[in-house]
């Protein structure tokens, strides 16, 4: 079974930082690439980031380009996002996600950005 645990939200002031994890089991981590997607409230949902399955291909949102930045760690079957410089915009929850033949998603976790 396909899990998805992402970890690492919670308040932060604007200008601030911080780094969210996901953590995949049951499926071969290193064989796909990985999304962090988000979610503001009341809106849609948002792509923020992929990464390639050996990282070194990433892609960014222009929103976010400079800010925010996507790694992962084969080994621990772990992908992070470190975002820097955080604004009040980007409150939302923020999803992990994975592409096979169908989509996956981690539980999200909450990112909110205020003074």
């Known amino acids: 079974e396909v899990q998805l645990v992402e970890s690492g939200g919670g308040l932060v002031q604007p200008g601030g930082a911080l780094r969210l994890s996901c953590e995949g089991s049951?499926?071969?981590?290193?064989?796909?690439?990985m999304s962090w997607v988000r979610q503001a409230p009341g809106k849609g949902l948002e792509w923020v980031s992929t990464?390639?399955?050996?990282?070194?291909?990433?892609y960014v949102a222009e929103s976010m380009k400079g800010r925010f930045t996507i790694s992962r760690d084969n080994t621990k079957n772990t992908v992070y996002l470190q975002m820097n410089s955080l604004k009040p915009e980007d409150t939302a929850v923020y999803y992990c996600?994975?592409?096979?033949?169908?989509?996956?998603w981690g539980q999200g976790t909450q990112v909110t950005v205020s003074s």
């Open positions: 996600n994975l592409r096979t033949w169908r989509e996956y």
């Open positions: 049951g499926f071969t981590f290193d064989g796909y690439a």
């Open positions: 990464i390639n399955w050996i990282g070194g291909t990433t």
